[in-house]
């Protein structure tokens, strides 16, 4: 302390700690950023992956049924069963193949080509002409329950639409059945008046990409110095926790928060989604976000001490919740209880449901407050884990 | 040779078992998956808030009203007392749909007029939206059908038929529509999957970036043998992490198997050639665990979305239909739940199995070549 001269106030000495800290921590950051910039794969995960998830999620995810292919059994020709059958082929939902007999379509069941058949028995004609309740058939496969359950919504409504046209064309006291139901409901959705399926999935889809960059990145990090050694290295130099913390997760947050807006730029202009909230609130948002997940990353990281068991446990604890127990494709509400529980501990939860608002509904302050507190609370918890457990000294 | 491939398959079984955290890793995370994934991954839509404006104080709207209330898909029914207080109870996603019978409701039914119920959803979540509207939909046709049927004189039997004659649906393979019987079987080969490929593409990429990559080369094992080396070990783990998981969902989930065991062993043994294949692929390519595990990722998040497990292929437009043609998980979906549920036959089997064995065919010598490229 001789050389720093007698007139140093106590002041300037903090000061002078001070400065060195921010040295040494922008130090770790230009370090860490370059480590990132060198190796292709960060900025790949940043840059590629979330062009490619949301390219998934706008493209190769959607859940509004379209064209299911399905087999027409007809046992014997009528004018009826030619006239039911045209008014499947005409359905925008069905691709239907004629088939004679009930087995050559029951096969195609078994082997997945087709989803439904609907069997029109030999004496069809008959039982429509005694008033039959049940002339025709429909087969269902019901291993896949939800396809399962609107094929056979589709294929009822295509018969009931049949039936009342052929009373219709049929003789006048005929007319009556076909009468306008007494009420009507009017389905208006509010916030998607399309019913478009990308409208929620392509905003849910940020925070799984913001989920693999905040938490799997950083999963690796610190394992990979306890791996290679070189965090011993660092314990000799004068870098404190705090110091090597923020060195750490600085460079994530710049790349997390990149990959977030990137994410939301080509969801909006590629994918047509609309914007309704604020940049500010968006920007909130998924800084808080991201600030829960970088360390629950770094915990991870440190506890495993373990690249393999780092990314393993990497994906069990952020990008599996992120994409199931988060309600972007599976209703939160419809889970048993102790998963509804469990979800109140993942971080994706509140986030999801804050970017599904901000991109379709706005600035909706019941949502994104509670969602964003929540946040922070988790994020200050996980915080404090991670200061606790991070050492720099071997033992 | 054979004794030196047997000893590297060991040493790889001891490195992977004798560290604790690894241990834990292969059986914890699998059956945490399957456990909670089998129970949310569900489609189901139930446990629905929804909310009611009835402007109407006439009893046709009193009864609507009770036949929303009391159908088991609506828990939670909240009164609104105004139009205003619509727009909150959505926003907040507080319900996810609202009611909203008009004040002339009743006068319109009692004289014989059509009526309307509206009902507003929440776009957010326009999947259950759209199914609620199915059930909210079925709750009035019913309500309106009663009343009709008590008016309405006798009709002829044309159109008596033409009023309630329908398909008589039949539902196979789970006449329940039990959405665990769906979902677990598919976990078990997307569970697979991620295990079979994270092991696969870091073991490789470990030794690389540890050092202890070179002492293989310098050994007398030719790339051929080394792939192997890596390879079995990697296929015995898979099998065993599938049958653990095969065991859960047949004795804790319940779901019924009765489809034939060697065919599904044989056909698990294709495909873990076809996820191993890819996962060398992957670490042959990569210097470091941190390129490794992205590259899998890359491979791995792309394929089990597009298998038809999150969404039917079907709904994919026709071009990425074309492209999943080369995914190997999709085959094995369709397959491990073909013999789970359907019983499917041998030859249906093969007809998903020879696509999974050419794109081991195609990945595993391009693996080996890459190898010996890099030590050459």
């Known amino acids: 302390m001789n050389h720093a001269g007698p007139e140093l106030s106590p002041g300037s000495a903090s000061r002078w700690i001070r400065a060195g800290r921010l040295r040494r921590v922008a130090g770790l950051v230009r370090k860490e950023g370059w480590q990132i910039v060198r190796d292709p794969s960060s900025y790949l995960l940043a840059g590629f992956l979330p062009l490619l998830l949301l390219f998934i999620f706008g493209y190769g995810v959607t859940l509004d049924l379209r064209r299911v292919k399905i087999a027409v059994v007809i046992e014997q020709r009528t004018p009826e069963t030619d006239s039911l059958l045209e008014s499947y082929q005409n359905s925008r939902y069905f691709e239907v193949r004629v088939v004679h007999h009930r087995y050559e379509a029951q096969d195609d069941l078994v082997a997945n080509r087709i989803k439904g ?20 058939q429909i087969l269902v496969d019901g291993s896949d329950p939800n396809t399962a359950g609107l094929v056979l919504d589709y294929a009822q409504g295509v018969f009931a639409n049949w039936l009342a046209q052929e009373a219709l064309s049929g003789a006048d006291l005929m007319a009556r059945a076909s009468r306008p139901a007494l009420i009507a409901t009017e389905p208006r959705y509010w916030f998607n008046s399309e019913v478009r399926s990308q409208n929620f999935l392509v905003p849910g889809s940020i925070a799984i990409i913001m989920s693999l960059i905040g938490t799997l990145l950083t999963a690796l990090v610190v394992a990979r110095e306890w791996e290679r050694g070189t965090i011993e290295a660092l314990m000799a130099t004068p870098v404190d926790k705090l110091e090597f913390l923020l060195g750490k997760l600085i460079p994530y947050f710049a790349l997390g928060m990149g990959a977030m807006i990137l994410s939301a730029v080509t969801g909006v202009l590629v994918f047509d ?8 609130a968006l920007l909130l948002v998924s800084a808080m976000f991201l600030l829960a997940m970088l360390p629950l990353g770094l915990l991870i990281s440190t506890l495993t001490r373990n690249q393999f068991a780092a990314s393993q446990a990497a994906l069990i604890a952020a990008y599996l919740p992120a994409f199931e127990l988060s309600g972007f494709i599976f209703e939160i509400d419809s889970m048993p209880w102790p998963i509804r529980m469990l979800t109140w501990l993942m971080p994706a939860r509140y986030f999801v449901a804050s970017l599904q608002t901000l991109f379709l509904a706005g600035d909706v302050a019941s949502v994104l407050v509670p969602n964003t507190l929540a946040l922070a609370v988790i994020a200050a918890v996980l915080f404090g884990l991670l200061f606790r457990v991070t050492r720099m000294r071997l033992e | 040779m054979l004794e030196r491939i047997v000893s590297l398959i060991v040493k790889e079984l001891l490195a992977i078992w004798r560290d604790p955290k690894s241990r834990v890793i292969l059986v914890i995370p699998p059956t945490v998956q399957l456990f909670v994934l089998a129970f949310a991954a569900t489609q189901e839509v139930k446990n629905i808030s929804i909310a009611v404006l009835n402007q109407d104080a006439g009893a046709s709207a009193r009864d609507l009203v009770a036949r929303f209330t009391g159908s088991p898909q609506f828990t939670s029914v909240e009164f609104l007392r105004g139009e ?4 909150p109870a959505i926003d907040s996603r507080r319900v996810l749909m609202v009611l909203s019978i008009q004040a002339d409701f009743s006068r319109k039914i009692a004289a014989g007029e059509p009526a309307s119920a509206q009902l507003i959803f929440d776009g957010r979540r326009s999947n259950a939206a759209q199914i609620v509207a199915g059930y909210a939909a079925d709750i009035v046709a019913r309500y309106s059908e009663e009343i009709l049927s008590d008016r309405r004189a006798p009709l002829t039997a044309l159109a008596r038929a033409a009023g309630s004659s329908a398909v008589t649906p039949r ?11 769906n979902t677990s079987p598919a976990l078990v080969a997307i569970i697979t999957t991620l295990m079979g490929l994270v092991v696969t593409a870091l073991s490789v990429a470990r030794e690389r970036e540890l050092g202890t990559f070179e002492q293989l080369l310098v050994s007398p094992l030719s790339p051929t043998e080394i792939i192997l080396g890596k390879t079995v070990p990697a296929l015995l783990l898979g099998v065993l992490e599938a049958s653990m998981m095969v065991a859960i969902v047949v004795f804790v989930f319940r779901v019924p198997f009765w489809g034939s065991a060697p065919l599904l062993y044989a056909s698990m043994l294709v495909y873990l050639f076809s996820v191993i294949g890819v996962g060398l692929f992957i670490s042959s390519l990569a210097k470091t665990q941190q390129q490794a595990v992205l590259g899998a ?19 994919m437009p026709d071009w990425l239909q074309t492209v999943t043609l080369a995914n190997p998980v999709r085959y094995y979906v369709v397959i491990i739940k073909g013999i789970f549920l359907k019983d499917m036959p041998a030859s249906v089997v093969a007809e998903n199995l020879w696509p999974m064995a050419l794109i081991a065919a195609a990945t595993l010598p391009t693996a080996t070549w890459l190898f010996r490229r890099r030590m050459e």
């Open chain 1, 117 to 136: 058949v609907v069997v029109m028995p030999a004496d069809f004609a008959d039982r429509l002409g005694r008033g039959d309740l049940a002339p025709a």
């Open chain 1, 273 to 280: 989604v609309p914007f309704r909230g604020s940049p500010g």
């Open chain 2, 84 to 87: 205003p207080e619509i727009a």
């Open chain 2, 171 to 181: 539902i196979w393979f789970n006449p329940n529509l039990e959405p665990l019987w």
């Open chain 2, 297 to 315: 990722f890359a491979f791995m998040v792309p394929a089990i979305m597009l298998s038809g497990f999150a969404s039917p292929v079907e709904n």
